[in-house]
């Protein structure tokens, strides 16, 4: 069974429709990149998915559970939302760490957080606390991150802070973890860096959506590729071929653009 | 002659103190809740709030002030207020309480919606419910935010406890100023009204140090 579904998605700003009737779906340890040009859709997706938008129509399953109908009659309770939030996880193009808090802080505050409402936190406190600095600790020596522990992201790079973010969004063991964009707001010679991670969590078989401009390493890293032009899929297929050879024409224009085409 | 000018600047400076410390602790909060009525979605409140600290920050606190003391007892029988003293300070700690509370709304608001919406994204996208968000994630920026702003704020506030001479509450400024026209059995003396100066400075000048210390202790972020 397909881990993600996304079913007739449809989202409008106003007059400007964003998403029109998006399908498309994900297997188990797949990643997916998303191409497209700038108000193709693509990153308002990724928004919908991780509850920052609330689509007009169309449904969303995770493991073959809904968990958004646009048709249901009300809105979820806040805490069955961040359940349903929990199953994603999303990488922004700025990053958006906390300024106030370490780069440990910052991978270890949610889980902290979801950690005080357990009914045994008082007597396991000690236990949970480790457990979960460790863990932290674990996935920013995963990033290369081990020595910039207790800097604040004032004191990081953009690479840095941009890895620290994949540390943040991966604590929480979220199902499909999306990213945004991430190398976009990057100096060309911190993008390596990042890159680099990210085809590393996809060798591990990390289900992952990633909305890019960087058409190499979306044929490389991905499995499948979709492409998006004003609201729809317009084409989608195995990432290489789809970038390759693409069959519709406005793939092909898109991508002539970008000089991925040969 | 000392001692006694001293002894009544000192009475005085104690009721300012009193006056500066109850505005502070009611307009901070009151503040607050008046900043979420100018940025709340539903549209009647946010106007009605807007509305009232327009004209609270549009008038002079002195003419507030006359108008908290006098008017209720014009259109009641009689002021509600109780009498002397305890009426006086009464009538002025709500004039400045809610005088402030509107300057501050408009800080906290300054602050609040300067902090950038990917934070609140970032926490919701961890999960975390809104208090979460607010006070583990915003409310710290905020603080670093709208320190300066605020800390101005509160300087002017040592110097504008003066206007409650006003309503002829007995802060520094009226205490000084009651030798030149007759207290204590001495009158005519001009002195003791330019010796509040000292107080004021003083006062500001420990604020001063204050705030700047706390900012200090907020460097080691930046937003």
């Known amino acids: 069974m397909a881990i993600l579904e996304v079913q007739e998605l449809s989202k409008r700003f106003g007059d400007v429709e964003v998403l029109r009737k998006i399908n498309c779906s994900l297997e188990a340890g797949e990643a997916l990149s998303i191409i497209g040009s700038s108000g193709s859709g693509k990153t308002t997706l990724l928004r919908c998915l991780n509850f920052l938008e609330t689509p007009d129509a169309g449904r969303v399953l995770v493991r073959g559970e809904t968990v958004f109908d646009a048709a249901e009659p009300k809105k979820p309770s806040e805490a069955a939302l961040r359940r349903r939030r929990l199953h994603f996880g999303l990488v922004f193009q700025s990053f958006n760490l906390f300024p106030q808090y370490t780069a440990l802080e910052n991978v270890r505050l949610a889980g902290l957080l979801l950690a005080k409402e357990r009914p045994d936190f008082r007597e396991k406190r000690k236990e949970i606390l480790t457990e979960l600095n460790e863990r932290a600790m674990f996935l920013l020596t995963d990033m290369g991150l081990a020595d910039r522990a207790g800097h604040y992201p004032h004191q990081l790079s953009g690479g840095q802070q941009q890895r620290v973010a994949i540390a943040r969004a991966l604590a929480l063991e979220p199902d499909i973890l999306c990213f945004d964009e991430p190398t976009s707001a990057l100096d060309p010679e911190l993008t390596g860096e990042v890159l680099r991670v990210i085809r590393s969590l996809a060798e591990q078989r990390t289900t992952m959506i990633i909305v890019t401009h960087e058409m190499a390493f979306a044929r490389d890293v991905a499995d499948r590729a979709i492409f998006m032009d004003g609201g729809r899929v317009v084409e989608e297929g195995p990432a290489r071929e789809l970038i390759d050879h693409p069959q519709e024409e406005r793939t092909r224009q898109f991508l002539s653009r970008y000089g991925a085409l040969s | ?223």
């Open chain 2, 1 to 223: 002659m000392l001692a006694t000018v001293l002894g009544a600047l000192n009475q005085g400076f104690l009721k300012t103190l009193q006056l500066f410390g109850v505005t502070l602790l009611g307009a901070i909060p009151l503040g607050l809740i008046i900043s979420f009525g100018s940025m709340t979605r539903f549209r009647p409140l946010r106007w009605l709030t807007r509305t009232v600290v327009w004209i609270v920050r549009g008038t002079p606190l002195m003419l507030q002030l006359i108008i908290i003391y006098y008017v209720p007892g014009q259109i009641m029988d009689s002021s509600p207020w109780p009498m002397g003293e305890n009426g006086r300070f009464l009538a002025s700690a709500i004039a400045f309480i809610f005088n402030y509370a509107c300057y501050f709304s408009e800080i906290f608001r300054g602050g609040i919606e300067g902090v950038p919406r990917g934070q609140r994204e970032a926490g919701q996208v961890l999960g975390m419910t809104r208090s979460q968000i607010f006070f583990r994630v915003e409310l710290m920026q905020m603080v670093k935010r709208i320190m300066p702003p605020i800390s101005n704020e509160i300087i002017t506030l040592v110097k504008d406890t003066s206007l409650a001479r006003i309503i002829a509450y007995e802060e520094l400024i009226k205490a000084g100023y009651d030798f030149l026209k007759g207290s204590h059995g001495y009158s005519g003396l001009l002195w003791p009204l330019f010796f509040t100066g000292v107080y004021y400075l003083l006062f500001s000048g420990l604020l001063t140090i204050l705030f700047n210390r706390t900012e200090r202790r907020l460097d080691y972020f930046k937003v």
